[in-house]
């Protein structure tokens, strides 16, 4: 026996677990909602018997979940798939900034950037004091180069 209104009954699971997942940690609930949703198309195009509908929802959402996770876990959590790896353009990139600790690669540093605290992280080392330029974010962290040495009395550091 079927229900009365199986599209509506999949959209409508679907959508509650989409809802659910913004709830849970593991990001594993939105392939289900999508298999659900892939049953409501399937459901909506060929008159499937319920056990077909089942097989439909888990096939299409393990599928889902096991294509296309890794891909879209760093989407949902601030950074696309293709730039995940590399460092990202923001509002500062070519803006200047101060040294506060010095970086010392691979170890980082500290800038402080529009009266803020930024770790920051440098291909060439750069002493304290020396003004850098912002190249780039990697989330929290700064990418910068030096600009211009430390001097002190005429002296350069």
């Not at 294509?67 to 070519?94: E, M, N, Q, S």
Request: aromatic share 12%; proline share 6%; net charge positive.
């Amino acid at each position: 026996m079927n229900p009365p209104y199986p599209i509506l009954l999949w959209f409508v699971t679907g959508a509650v677990l989409f809802f659910l997942e913004l709830f849970a940690p593991a990001f594993v609930l939105f392939f289900f909602g999508v298999g659900a949703w892939v049953t409501a198309i399937a459901v909506w195009l060929l008159p499937l018997a319920l056990a077909w509908q089942l097989a439909v929802f888990l096939v299409s959402s393990l599928l889902s979940l096991f294509l296309l996770r890794r891909a879209l876990r760093g989407v949902f959590r601030g950074k696309t798939a293709h730039d995940a790896a590399t460092t990202t353009l923001c509002p500062a990139t070519g803006a200047l900034a101060e040294v506060l600790v010095a970086i010392e690669p691979p170890l980082e540093g500290q800038i402080k950037f529009q009266g803020s605290f930024w770790r920051a992280q440098s291909d060439t080392p750069v002493a304290q004091g020396a003004t850098v330029r912002i190249i780039g974010r990697d989330g929290l962290l700064m990418r910068v180069e030096a600009i211009s040495p430390v001097t002190f009395n005429g002296v350069e550091k």
